[in-house]
């Protein structure tokens, strides 16, 4: 198979998610903002029992009724000393898990199989495998994103990452370059082996925790600011690669080693966890309690259709 082939194959699975789009449920929670109260219903159906689907239903309505009067600015997101501490929680870990070197080894993997000694079209074979083990890694990783608490998962993922970047900076420094070849496909081999981890761990679980951070109304645009830590490490990180590979050559795995080594530790030991937490109870992990409505949970009383037509009713005149 030419290796134009292997790389297009890259294009098949987001066309088939494209197609598959449509079929997809909605989000109860965007439903309720809708006022599709029927079709949030019929949503959270398929997921529980009855009785659970209903109290779950009122549960996310009603705090719904008070997220819609809360500030959702992208002030209010650093005045506020709670949203404060979620946005540099979302910030730290999409900046923590980029310290782990993904974004210089996905963009400049044919230059570190250069540097290895082979010739552009194993870089280009290699480069192309890599990037489909990452895929079906990612779907692995499903199998345990919700069953392990988050900061743990993403800590333990970032210690393997750290794992694979250090045996692979002290091969490059015993054996770049040389003739042996044992050595110099077991440096390629750590390259598949961090992006195993990195994606069964790491990809898709910052994304599912920075979600979890932030509250219904806050959620898209904290979402949007885990894309600017990204974004800024990208800046940061790759802009130096070819000058630091070219002038400290290894050595700048060191960077990632520390850096990543440091955000490790740190998420372990001080970020709070959100996994098995329903989103509307999140808030109580920040100390927002104001915020929370629990009366459905607590008392086991859910609105009736009467009732909950009445509350929309109520807040499209307020609207108006």
């Keep these: 198979m030419k290796v134009d082939k292997i ?24 439903l309720l903002i809708k006022d599709r109260y029927e079709e949030a219903s019929a949503v959270l159906h398929k997921l529980h029992t009855p009785d659970e689907a209903k109290i779950e239903l009122a549960q996310i309505a009603n705090q719904m009724r008070i997220d819609r009067t809360l500030p959702s600015s992208y002030w209010a997101m650093f005045k506020k000393p709670s ?14 898990i980029a310290c782990s ?25 290699y480069q192309a495998g890599w990037m489909t083990l990452g ?11 919700d069953r392990l608490p988050r900061p743990k998962l993403i800590a333990l993922g970032l210690a393997g990452c750290i794992i694979c970047l250090i045996v692979e900076a002290a091969l490059v420094a015993q054996f770049v370059p040389s003739d042996n070849t044992p050595a110099l496909q077991a ?4 390259f598949f082996v961090y992006v195993i981890v990195y994606e069964s761990c790491l990809d898709g679980t910052q994304f599912v ?16 600011l885990c894309v600017v830590g990204i974004t800024l490490m990208n800046l940061i990180w790759l802009q130096v690669a070819p000058v630091a590979f070219e002038e400290i050559g290894w050595k700048y795995y060191l960077c990632f080693i520390i850096c990543g080594s440091v955000a490790a530790i740190i998420i372990w030991f001080v970020f ?25 949970i607590e008392d086991g009383k859910v609105e009736s259709d009467e009732e909950k037509n009445e509350v929309v009713r109520e807040e499209k005149v307020v609207a108006k």
């Design 135 to 145: 895929l079906g890694a990612g779907v692995l990783g499903m199998l345990w994103v």
């Design 272 to 296: 709070p966890d959100t996994w098995g937490v329903p989103l509307e109870e999140i808030a109580a992990i920040f100390g927002d309690e104001d915020e929370l409505y629990q009366a459905s």
């Design 209 to 224: 925790y920075c979600g979890e951070l932030f509250p219904t109304h806050l959620r898209a645009k904290g979402m949007n």
């Design 83 to 96: 949203y404060r501490k979620r946005s540099f929680l979302a910030l730290g870990t999409t900046c923590g």
């Design 7 to 30: 790389i297009a194959i890259q294009g098949v699975f987001p066309i088939i998610l494209f197609a598959l789009l449509p079929f997809l449920p909605e989000s109860p929670r965007y």
């Design 101 to 125: 070197g993904i974004l210089v080894i996905n963009n400049y993997g044919p230059i570190l199989y250069a540097g290895l000694g082979y010739g552009p079209e194993k870089q280009l074979i």
């Design 187 to 190: 440096a390629v081999a750590m």
